[in-house]
Each structure stands twice: as structure tokens, then as C-alpha cells.
């Protein structure tokens, strides 16, 4: 059967990429898109899905910004533009290399991009949580999703995500969840891609 995407808490691991201080200023929705990836990290934490979290030269671009709230986790220090460095696969050969991966961070065009095609050359199901993802330029994020779903990346969104891991209301952590979907995910600026999807 072809793979349909569908995520399941017990086969995924979340990646969160590069959200660090010195990238504030600069990159498009910053402050939006780290509110929504901190949602998808609590829901994780909710659902015990284990997380990895990376940062791009440290010692340049400053740490993980705290509103993330990933402080408990190792930031694995890196300056290549993907994630998948030994330290990385050395975690996901600990969790017994999980079959689905969920991305949020920045860049879309850079290191989200060089990610996603490393994770799909290794067989992984990549799911790019597209409001939680940004670049400096709309122009680059937005073309750097439609790219990689010609990859065989699935796009998705923060609230598609919780609510296709938990699957039914009846699911014991479903009310924890919903408490994080109270307030709907900030806008940002997606809508004029999906007219070009």
C-alpha cells in the first residue's frame, strides 16, 4: 500500500532546527513560527515522542531562544546545513531510528531543506510542519516547501500535527491536547502558497 503520511506516536521523533537568537531579527513570522514549533514540542512532550534539537555555530549565532522552551534538551552544535550530523544519527540509532520524522525550525531553503532530503534518501516519512518553518525571504520558504514536496516531503500545520497524533477524543492525553489548541495558530502568511499548491 502507498504510504499515506499518516503519524503515529509510536514511530515519530520531532526535530526542531536552528531557532536561535541571533536569527530573530531577521527571518520571516520568527516569533509565530517558534510559538507554533514550542506547541508542537509540548504536545511531543505530552505523547512522549522524543525530541532533537539542533544549532547553527553556536558560538556565532547565539543559543536556542528560551520561548521555545526546549531548555532540558542538548542542542547538538553544528555548521552544516543539515541536521544529520553523527551525533544526530548516533540519537536516532538510540531510539531505534524511528520511521517519522516531524521538522520545524528555520531555514526552509537551508537546513530544513538539506535535512528532509537526507532523512528521505535514509527511507524516513518526513512531515514539515509548514507554519512552524521559515526563512529570511517569504519568496525562499515559499518555494522551498513546494520543493520539497516534489521530494515526497508531507506538508502539514501545528494543529494537523497534534490532532493526527492523538487520532480520538477518547485518547487519554486528548484534554492536554486540546488545551493547546485553545488559541488557533497565528497566521503566517501561508495563504498565498496554498493558491500555487
Given at each position: 500500500?502507498?504510504?499515506v503520511?499518516?503519524?503515529?506516536?509510536?514511530?515519530?521523533?520531532?526535530?526542531?532546527?536552528?531557532?536561535?537568537?541571533?536569527?530573530?531579527?531577521?527571518?520571516?513570522?520568527?516569533?509565530?513560527?517558534?510559538?507554533?514549533?514550542?506547541?508542537?514540542?509540548?504536545?511531543?512532550?505530552?505523547?512522549?515522542?522524543?525530541?532533537?534539537?539542533t544549532?547553527?555555530?553556536?558560538?556565532?549565532?547565539?543559543?536556542?531562544?528560551?520561548?521555545?522552551?526546549?531548555?532540558?534538551?542538548?542542542?547538538?552544535?553544528?555548521?552544516s546545513?543539515?541536521m544529520?550530523?553523527?551525533?544526530?544519527?548516533?540519537?536516532?540509532?538510540?531510539?531505534?531510528?524511528?520511521?517519522?520524522?516531524?521538522?520545524?525550525g528555520?531555514?526552509?531553503?537551508?537546513?530544513?531543506?538539506?535535512t528532509?532530503?537526507?532523512?528521505?534518501?535514509?527511507?524516513?516519512?518526513v512531515?514539515?510542519?509548514?507554519?512552524?518553518?521559515?526563512?529570511?525571504?517569504?519568496?525562499?520558504?515559499?518555494?522551498?516547501?513546494?520543493?520539497?514536496?516534489?521530494?515526497?516531503?508531507?506538508?502539514?500545520?501545528?494543529?494537523a500535527?497534534?490532532?493526527?497524533?492523538?487520532?480520538?477524543?477518547?485518547?487519554p492525553?486528548?484534554?492536554?491536547?486540546?488545551k493547546?489548541?485553545?488559541?488557533?495558530?497565528?497566521?503566517?502568511?501561508?495563504?498565498?502558497?496554498?493558491?500555487a499548491?
Open positions: 500500500m502507498a504510504s503520511g499518516r503519524l503515529s506516536t509510536k514511530d515519530a521523533v520531532l526535530f526542531l532546527c536552528d531557532m536561535q537568537e541571533k536569527f530573530r531579527p531577521n527571518i520571516f513570522q520568527f516569533t509565530n513560527i517558534v510559538s507554533n514549533a514550542a506547541r508542537v514540542l509540548q504536545a511531543s512532550r505530552v505523547l512522549g515522542i522524543p525530541s532533537i534539537l544549532e547553527q555555530y553556536p558560538k556565532g549565532l547565539g543559543p536556542t531562544v528560551p520561548e521555545l522552551g526546549a531548555g532540558d534538551l542538548k542542542a547538538h552544535a553544528k555548521t546545513f543539515t544529520m550530523i553523527e551525533d544526530v544519527e548516533k540519537e536516532l540509532q538510540a531510539l531505534g531510528n524511528p520511521k517519522q520524522a516531524i521538522l520545524c528555520i531555514e526552509a531553503h537551508a537546513c530544513i531543506a538539506c528532509t532530503f537526507d532523512l528521505l534518501e535514509k527511507g524516513m516519512e512531515h514539515i510542519v509548514a507554519d512552524a518553518v521559515s526563512s529570511r525571504s517569504q519568496t525562499d520558504r515559499l518555494f522551498a516547501l513546494s520543493r520539497l514536496k516534489q521530494s515526497g516531503a508531507y506538508l502539514t500545520t501545528t494543529e500535527v497534534l490532532l493526527q497524533l492523538v487520532q480520538d477524543a477518547k485518547h492525553n486528548f484534554k492536554e491536547i486540546q493547546l489548541l485553545a488559541h488557533p495558530s497565528p497566521d503566517t502568511g501561508l495563504l498565498a502558497f496554498f493558491s499548491l
